[in-house]
């Protein structure tokens, strides 16, 4: 017969061993929350890239990972809330991947969760990560650096469009991206002996009252900065450069296959990638903390070709040439 020691001390290896057994059975799965400050619709390709990257690393959604969206649709404000919410649910994850607000967002909310984000600047100076080579905390992820590409976007817009004078910036005063930005480009511009104006908006009509604000005589031309609110309107921004006739130059070329001119920075594509292949060792075991911020490789050109006749541009032969992307 066995004694009442033996029972409860084999009762209570099998209550220790049930809630394993039982999650086993339950087949348990991780979760992701997915934050972003535009929308779902013009992110699609961006989130297949991610979901690549999850892939390298053993993950596919709805059968060992799963995600929860959330998507402040152009709301900046709303992304406090958002993020709370994520955290609220217990995440595995919080990935931020080409959202800076959203990962600034991100960091306010948790210090415990592990976050993954792909950003348009030095993420040390936003305060998400101690330095690059240890982030230290909490998040770790890429830096696109598209903020600090000023200068070689200025010289490929030089060739693009010979007779520029008359150099604008539009950026949204409300975004993180917006202060390193102007310092970049600053600098850039003092470099090539070339002054701009600085022009604001946040706002669909801001952008309307930017461009209506513009001199409407050649040698007019605009750099855009970083920013997800322009990113979720590129098409209204691109047909408003049409219609004043302002050649446009841009950091990513989402850009100027909805209509605009030129763009120069990091393949998102290929950052996206990256967020999702961190994402997967992170949720392998791995601590963001010891995961040092990736930078991308690639980098692309893109030209509007039509955009460019509309304009009265010949574009050159050697920016044909170099160019990875020729949109007819």
């Known amino acids: 017969m066995m004694k009442r020691r033996e029972l409860l001390m084999l009762l209570g290896a099998a209550a220790g061993l049930w809630p394993r057994v039982l999650a086993a059975q339950q087949g348990t799965m991780p979760v992701i929350g997915f934050l972003h400050s535009g929308s779902a619709e013009q992110n699609v390709e961006r989130l297949a890239a ?68 792909a950003v348009g600047t030095d993420p040390v100076a936003l305060g998400l990560i101690a330095s690059l080579s240890r982030p230290g905390g909490n998040a770790t992820g890429v830096t696109s650096l598209n903020a600090e590409l000023a200068a070689k976007r200025f010289g490929l817009f030089r060739d693009l469009v010979p007779n520029a004078a008359r150099y604008f910036t539009l950026i949204n005063p409300t975004s993180e991206l917006a202060a390193p930005f102007i310092k970049d480009l600053e600098s850039a511009a003092a470099s090539l002996g070339i002054a701009f104006a600085v022009l604001r908006a946040s706002t669909d009509p801001e952008i309307e009252a930017a461009f209506a604000s513009l001199p409407q005589r050649p040698g007019t031309v605009m750099v855009f900065g970083p920013d997800a609110f322009f990113y979720t309107r590129r098409a209204q921004i691109a047909a408003l450069a049409l ?38 060792r992170i949720l392998q075991g791995e601590k963001p903390a010891d995961l040092p911020v990736q930078q991308p490789t690639k980098f692309e050109l893109v030209i509007n070709a039509k955009t460019a006749q509309a304009l009265g541009l010949e574009v050159p032969t050697k920016l044909l040439l170099i160019a990875d992307e020729v949109v007819e």
């Not at 809330?81 to 959203?102: E, F, K, M």
């Not at 605009?260 to 967020?275: C, I, P, Q, W």
């Open 50 to 117: 991610f979901r690549k990257g999850l892939g390298d690393r053993g993950f596919v959604e709805g059968k060992n990972v799963r995600i929860e969206y959330r998507w402040a649709e152009g709301r900046n404000d709303e992304l406090p809330a958002l993020a709370a919410d994520l955290v609220r649910q217990q995440v595995s994850l919080i990935a931020t991947p080409g959202s800076t607000p959203a990962s600034v967002a991100a960091k306010a909310a948790t210090s415990s969760i592990p976050i993954v984000f």
């Open 243 to 280: 219609r004043h006739a302002v050649p446009t130059i841009f950091d990513v070329g989402d850009y100027v296959r909805a209509g605009g001119l030129v763009s120069y920075g990091a393949d998102f594509l290929n950052v996206m990638e990256l967020a999702g292949r961190y994402a997967g």
